[in-house]
């Protein structure tokens, strides 16, 4: 009776464990190569600041709009390039704007990067994998 009290307090600590610690973020490890893939002819969320870009890396085949916040406090853009598309947006985004870019993807590797001068050797580049 001993070992069933034992092993049933056992469970509900690890179960109120791992409540507690999705509820408070402590659980998610996601990163920006674990998102979902984006369904096809969707928006993607990107955020980019100093100097990294966050958004997933793999969409759907289609029209995508690219949706780019900079939460950033420097001035930063966002261009995709390759399969013979090379879109960026303009104006650049300053501090705390948005801006959008509509694309029509087609299956292939894309290099997604903010085109400020300096910020791609910074880190500020990654391949996006259309499907």
Do not use: W
């Amino acid at each position: 009776m001993k070992k069933i009290m034992t092993f049933t307090a056992v469970m509900l600590s690890l179960g109120f464990m791992a409540v507690f610690s999705n509820a408070f973020g402590q659980g998610d490890t996601k990163t920006a190569a674990a998102k979902p893939v984006a369904a096809k002819g969707s928006e993607v969320e990107v955020k980019v600041k100093e100097y990294t870009i966050e958004m997933t890396t793999s969409v759907g085949a289609g029209p995508t709009t690219f949706k780019v916040t900079n939460t950033g406090k420097e001035t930063h853009g966002f261009e995709i390039e390759g399969n013979g598309i090379e879109k960026e947006i303009r104006p650049m985004l300053k501090q705390g704007k948005s801006g959008s870019l509509r694309v029509d993807l087609k299956p292939g590797t894309y290099k997604v990067y903010c085109p400020v001068k300096g910020h791609k050797m910074l880190g500020m580049s990654l391949d996006l994998t259309v499907k």
